[in-house]
T-cell receptor, first 115, second 114 residues
């Protein structure tokens, strides 16, 4: 079946540093990738939608200069959290949508802890 | 009013019981309804995908959609301890989330007691 991977699975960083998270569709081409954020005991909140080769569309309240998204190919999207702060600590999950895939396929998530 | 309402629980039931999980929503444009299972510190796993009103069965799982009431349900029969997880409902006006992703409920934390 279709699989989406994320790397790293967890990361701890100091405040002010930047962190890059990769999302890959392993056996299908993802026409669209979605980035979600999930705080403890909260639902998944959509941050942005990215289509290969074009600029990402950000949800209201999400700073595009802080959360840089690059969808360089049909199998790879990256999310870079720039100048991370403790309030950015969260579980970041990507979802990839390809032709014929219902509901989108989620990655395993990346837990970011900013000290 | 939030777009999707889901009781966060926790919901604790004995092994073998029938579990009923529910969501209500307000956006009448939603046509596609999904249930995801999420284990702790893992990404969501798609369990059921339904379109419009009706029932869909897959093994021990049954999804029901009542668009007239804007109410969806997931039933789990013969519940097992391995079913213990957070169950998220999600919905969209477009298949696969369309251009705007999915709208999720908060998730219900389910505990199956051995």
């Amino acid at each position: 079946g279709a699989v989406v991977s994320q790397h790293p699975s967890w990361v701890i960083c100091k405040s002010g540093t930047s962190v890059k998270i990769e999302c890959r569709s392993l056996d299908f081409q993802a026409t669209t990738m979605f980035w979600y954020r999930q705080f403890p005991k909260q639902s998944l909140m959509l941050m942005a939608t990215s289509n290969e080769g074009s600029k990402a569309t950000y949800e209201q309240g999400v700073e595009k200069d802080k959360f840089l998204i690059n969808h360089a190919s049909l199998t790879l999207s990256t999310l870079t959290v720039t100048s991370a702060h403790p309030e950015d600590s969260s579980f970041y999950i990507c979802s990839a949508r390809g032709v014929g895939l219902a509901g989108g396929i989620f990655g395993p998530g990346t837990r970011l802890t900013v000290l | 009013q939030k777009e999707v309402e889901q009781d966060p629980g926790p919901l604790s039931v004995p092994e073998g019981a029938i579990v009923s999980l529910n969501c209500t929503y307000s956006n009448s444009a939603f046509q596609y309804f999904m249930w995801y299972r999420q284990y702790s510190r893992k990404g969501p796993e798609l369990l059921m995908y339904t379109y419009s009103s009706g029932n869909k069965e897959d093994g021990r799982f049954t999804a029901q959609v009542d668009k007239s009431s804007k109410y969806i349900s997931l039933f789990i029969r013969d519940s097992q301890p391995s079913d213990s997880a957070t169950y998220l409902c999600a919905m969209s006006a477009f298949p696969g989330g369309g251009a705007d992703g999915l709208t999720f409920g908060k998730g219900t934390h389910l505990i199956i007691q051995p």
